[in-house]
């Protein structure tokens, strides 16, 4: 299977650094590849193409204000897979200080659903 990308929230509250996070290791653990939201937005013709090229797409919002999802949808981007941390009982902080027990939570949580979604983890 060809790695999906995967976008994340890029605010500044604790569940939009844990989304970033997630994003993160998704890529360094050859599961995704991350890519740019706001690049998308701002009509990168390089980000532009990968998002048209990818076989699936994955989305991470830190809260119900869905500013990825909302991102990806100005260009009618098709999203495979979404998540939002605040949905997994993780409270949203106005600081982005985040604990390693949310964090843990909230990756455990993601790389499940996706494992249960047909992807391989080594």
């Known amino acids: 299977m060809e790695k999906p990308l995967v976008y994340a929230c890029s605010g500044c509250s604790n569940v939009a650094r844990i989304a970033h996070d997630i994003a993160l290791n998704l890529d360094c653990d050859g599961i995704a590849s ?32 869905q500013c990825t999802k909302s991102c990806l949808s100005l260009v009618n981007a098709n999203i495979d897979h979404y998540f939002v941390i605040t949905d997994i009982g993780i409270e949203k902080r106005d600081i982005w200080q985040d604990a390693l027990l949310d964090n843990s939570k909230a990756v455990n949580h993601i790389y499940h659903a996706l494992k249960a979604q047909g992807f391989v983890f080594n």
Do not use: P, R, Y
Not at 42 to 62: F, S
């Open 34 to 65: 991350m890519s740019c939201v706001s690049g998308v937005v701002a009509g990168d013709k390089k980000i532009t193409e990968q998002l048209n090229a990818a076989k699936q797409v994955i989305a991470i919002d830190g809260c119900n204000s």
